[in-house]
């Protein structure tokens, strides 16, 4: 028989990587759709590209969280991804 503890330890790294995937995933499509509208582009340009390439970054992010080794490594890289994200979205606010 499994304990509690036992179970947290076999569920809990997946639970980190589901949320990673889920809201780790949106919010570094959400910051590469606004720092799009940094770029030297009109912005209805600027919007439809940000826009369609949330897609892809997001589709890529989950798939990426799954693939690395551990879900502390999934987290890191998430926030390194989205530290310069940050930046040129802060520049358009």
Known sequence: MISVAGRVRNVGPLLSRIAAALFGGYALAALASVAVLALP?????????GMLASFAIYAG?????FA????????????????????????VW
């Not at 582009?41 to 590209?49: D, F, I, N």
């Not at 992010?61 to 969280?65: D, E, F, N, P, R």
């Not at 926030?79 to 979205?89: D, F, G, K, S, Y």
Request: aromatic residues 8%; proline residues 5%.
């Open 41 to 49: 582009m009109s912005k209805p340009q600027a919007v439809l590209t």
């Open 61 to 65: 992010a989950v798939i990426w969280v």
């Open 68 to 91: 690395v080794r551990s879900a502390l490594r999934a987290w890191t890289g998430l926030l390194v991804v989205a530290a310069p994200l940050l930046l040129a979205a802060w520049s």
